[in-house]
């Protein structure tokens, strides 16, 4: 009796240990996914990087194929800003004055871009800062948030996959030393927004990114107890030919035994499973708004 009592409670150990690293996977995918760009989500064919999809146009049919899914992440640590003397300095403001903003720079009301620029630094080792873009060194982008390319290449991932050379509506920006106004690093935007014939308008609202983000099974994992893992890769920009098989890599979840994603409407939908060492599965579903 003894020993039947010890095992169930080895199994229900198991069990227990197992339902939450699942729970953990799923949070940590459900927080990073809370501040992502809308226009930026797309699934990856996991046999070519190349062809990809915007989220909702991926089906049940296809949806065995297309399983990396990646994403432009607003910069939201460097939104919070940094706390000072009691108070909370917001690093940028995603406004943008118009009356004060033309095709070569937008003024920002309300931004403390040097604390963006000290936070974007600090979380990338350097990599990323608002402080000179030049060949050797990257700025991040801001991208538009009430407007919307019916290509979701054009906002940078053409550039990384698809051998493009023009990121489009993905705008790299730097500060030049100033704490609220964002310089455009691109020539073509002065043809884009253009006061008499502008390809697009200058918008009112912009989220600021420095990194792009991908959750890349190691394997198939499209059946129960088909073993692989689920990596988080981070820190790369795909508007400067980055992509998310060079990027840094963590490992969120072992073990997975099924990773599934589809977005109606504005609702994406996780799924995700992994087993056990009694090939007991666990799953769990979530919805981030």
Known sequence: ???????????????????????????????????????????????????????????????????????????????????????????????????????????????????SDIIIQNLTNSDINLSGCNPTNKCPVIIFKDFKDNHVSNYGYGVAYQGATDHNYSFIVDRKNTTNRLFFQDLATSTLFNITSPIIYLHEHYDLVHSAYALVPSGACTSFFNDCDLNLSYNYQPWYGDTYFGANSVTILENISLFRF???????????????????????QKAIF
């Open 1 to 115: 009796m003894i020993a039947k009592a010890y095992e169930n409670f080895i199994a229900a150990r198991v069990h227990n240990e197992s339902q939450t690293r699942v729970n953990h996977a799923v949070d940590l995918i459900a927080k990073r996914l809370s501040h992502h760009v809308p226009q930026t989500i797309i699934a990856h064919n996991i046999n070519d990087n190349a062809d990809f999809l915007e989220l909702t146009e991926v089906n049940e049919t296809i949806r065995d194929k297309y399983r990396v899914l990646e994403w432009y992440g607003k910069s939201y640590s460097a939104f919070l800003g940094l706390h000072d003397n009691g108070m909370n300095i917001p690093g940028w403001s995603g406004l943008i004055d118009l009356r004060n903003s033309d095709e070569t720079n937008i003024s920002t009301p309300g931004s403390e871009l040097n604390a």
């Open 262 to 284: 589809s977005k109606l409407d504005d609702v994406i939908t996780i799924e995700l499973c992994a087993h056990d060492e009694n090939n007991v599965s666990h799953c769990r």
